[in-house]
């Protein structure tokens, strides 16, 4: 049975970056291992919904290394190879190859799975989901024949979805449970904002309903929705959320609540065993409370941190939550976490899409949504006051002439401490 010091099970993202974070720190030729069930070298998935669903040669950011790495590395990698047990008492993992091996630590970077509908007609050709590049590439091939799309859920993967085909001249319908788009972090005048947008993009908005049925012969040519309406469609993109890709590892050792739960050190309690990225839920260090996230930056943190952690630099990971999305010729970044706001304010014009939105509790801020066009100054600001919790003149937030800076009171920590 072939032996590695560390063995890596998922090959995306967190994967990715925490083999480069493995070299790093030093690993010797043949000490890593990753089991990938996927065909393609771990990979950033941004660019998926985004520049290359637009154009496949929009493929310049999407592999983390090349071939080239792992080989100069000595790292093996196992592609569409899937693990399909584990023992971590024995320390061994069971491949649908028929091989096994032993691992001296492992890393777990299993990610997410897609939701899917579970309604009628979800089999039928041209319904789509979106999480792989093969998925990406099937859905720009529909695309160029299709004349109507139905995109189903109003998040970032529906949003992003729905700005692409439109770009590529396909008419989209949006059917969105909520009243509004990316309402998990959307109200208002943002809310309103975005509404505008896509309308004027010539996209339909159906909020409040469901799809309850896809119907075709074959190929999905109607949606029919909850409210009875129906909407023609030669194809159909579903972006429905995700779930922490969990289940190799039920029955085991391993403290599972929906995801893997892991301690700051990305360590699940079982000795030897590590998990990062979406397949995990965290103690978040700055808000003090368990979290759970499904985000490029996190994976690559917390990637990076399991491998530092794993090579014998055992710090606490300390992130801020953070998540970017473009739609069209937009971008915007979010920081933190709105929840239990009580004070909320916006900067710039919401209305001509130049603003960021700000959330306080008991004056520290908590979260900010920062459109590309605001000053870098603003991102920046965000991610410091969530980390440090620096207590902020937040009436005065709205007030462009007034600096960011002049706007700081005190840092909660310097609060607390009786020399300051
Ligand atoms: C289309 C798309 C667009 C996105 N856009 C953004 C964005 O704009 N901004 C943002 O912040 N985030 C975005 N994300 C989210 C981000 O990509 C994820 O949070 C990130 O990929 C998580 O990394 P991960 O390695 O934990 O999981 P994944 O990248 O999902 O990797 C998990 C890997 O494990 C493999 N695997 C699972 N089980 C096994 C097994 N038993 N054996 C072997 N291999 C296995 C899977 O095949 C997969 O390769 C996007 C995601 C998608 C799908």
Sequence with gaps: MKSYKYVIIGGGTTSGYAAEEFVEQGIGEGDLCIVSAESILPMNRPP????????????????????????????EVKLETCARSVDLGRNEVDLDTGERIKFGKLLIATGSSLNHLGVDGGNLQNVFYLRNINHS???????????NAVVVGGGYIGTETAAGLTELGVKVSMVVPEDHLLAKFT?????????????????????????????????????????GKRLPADMVVVGAGVKPNVKLFTGTALRINEAIQVNEYCETGVENVYAAGDVVEFPDQIFNKKRHVEHWEHAFEQGKHAAKVMTGKREPYVFVPFFFSDVFDLSYEYFGDQEGADFSATRGNVSDGNFSQWWFKDKICIAAFVMSSRPDEEGEKAR??????????????????VSLKSLELQSQHHRNDPNH
């Excluded at 410091?384 to 007030?399: L, N």
């Design 137 to 147: 590439d099937k859905i720009r091939e529909q695309a160029k024949q299709s004349k």
């Design 48 to 75: 998926l919904s985004k520049g290359y669903l637009k154009d496949s040669h929009e493929d310049d950011e999407i592999l983390i290394n090349d071939q080239n790495f792992y080989d100069k590395n000595g790292i």
């Design 384 to 401: 410091t006051w969530i980390k440090e919790k620096v207590h902020i003149d937040q009436d005065r937030i709205d007030d462009e002439s």
């Design 187 to 227: 109200e208002g005048e943002v809310a309103d904002f975005f509404k505008n947008l896509y309308k004027h993009q010539g996209i339909e908005l159906i909020f409040n309903d469901k799809a309850v049925s896809f119907r075709g012969n074959g190929k999905v040519e109607e949606v029919e929705l909850e409210s």
